[in-house]
């Protein structure tokens, strides 16, 4: 079974930092989506990014932007100029024709 | 485009009591999907329909969880007979075919179990 791993429980930011969040998959699969959720304390799920497998180029959204190295299976997540309503649990997920798992998650403080 | 709307936001119930939670995705979207999501920790698949039929549900307690999607739209999830460690949201999310695009999610139900 597919699974996503990440490894930063928590993470602490200044405001206008940039940080790096964490994300490694595991799959045999070729054809798949990654995501980037953010769940702030209102818990209703909001999509941050999305790459597709079969891109190269790497997703960026804004301040939101994606290092996907397939090889390594690797998906990290760039928020730069954080701002204080960034602070929330940020989900990596991974989907293909089967199902959508998600990682642990890494809670983000953002300092002022 | 109205999004996934589910029901009730909040439940308490005593445990071994019963419960039901219901989702209604957003229009077209074939695939739906129920999350367990514990204090603290990532969202857990239960099951995923595509259309009304179960495309997975491995990580569904047979026992005491059921779900139904009845006509390939609205689904209800249920719990019976509930014990503590039921205690979690459940999210419902849809996405417009397996695999492709993101879910869009619901806002979730809390369910504490006393």
């Known amino acids: 079974a597919q699974t996503v791993t990440q490894s930063q429980p928590e993470m602490s930011v200044q405001e206008a930092e940039t940080v790096t969040l964490s994300c490694t998959y595991d799959t045999s699969e070729s054809d798949y989506y990654l995501f980037w959720y953010k769940q702030p304390p209102s818990r209703q799920m909001i999509l941050v990014i999305r790459q597709e497998a079969y891109k190269q180029q790497n997703a960026t959204e804004n301040r939101f932007s994606v290092n996907f190295q397939k090889a390594a299976k690797s998906f990290s997540l760039k928020i730069s100029d954080s701002q204080l309503g960034d602070a929330a649990m940020y989900f990596c997920?991974?989907?293909?024709?089967?199902?959508?798992?998600f990682g642990a998650g890494t809670r983000l403080t953002v300092k002022p | 485009e109205a999004g996934v709307a589910q029901s009730p936001r909040y439940k308490i119930i005593e445990k071994r009591q019963s419960v039901a939670f219901w989702c209604n995705p957003i229009?077209?979207?074939?695939?739906l999907y129920w999350y367990q999501q514990i204090l603290g920790q990532g969202p857990k698949l239960l099951i995923q329909f595509q259309n009304n039929g179960v495309v997975d549900d491995s990580q569904l307690p047979k026992d005491r969880f059921s779900a139904e999607r009845l006509k390939g739209v609205d689904s209800t999830l249920k719990i019976q007979p509930a014990k503590l460690e039921d205690s979690a949201v459940y999210l419902c999310?849809?996405?417009?075919?397996?695999?492709?695009?993101?879910?869009?999610f619901g806002q979730g139900t809390r369910l504490t179990v006393v």
């Open positions: 229009s077209g979207h074939a695939t």
């Open positions: 997920a991974y989907s293909d024709n089967n199902d959508m798992r």
């Open positions: 999310a849809s996405s417009s075919w397996t695999g492709g695009p993101e879910a869009f």
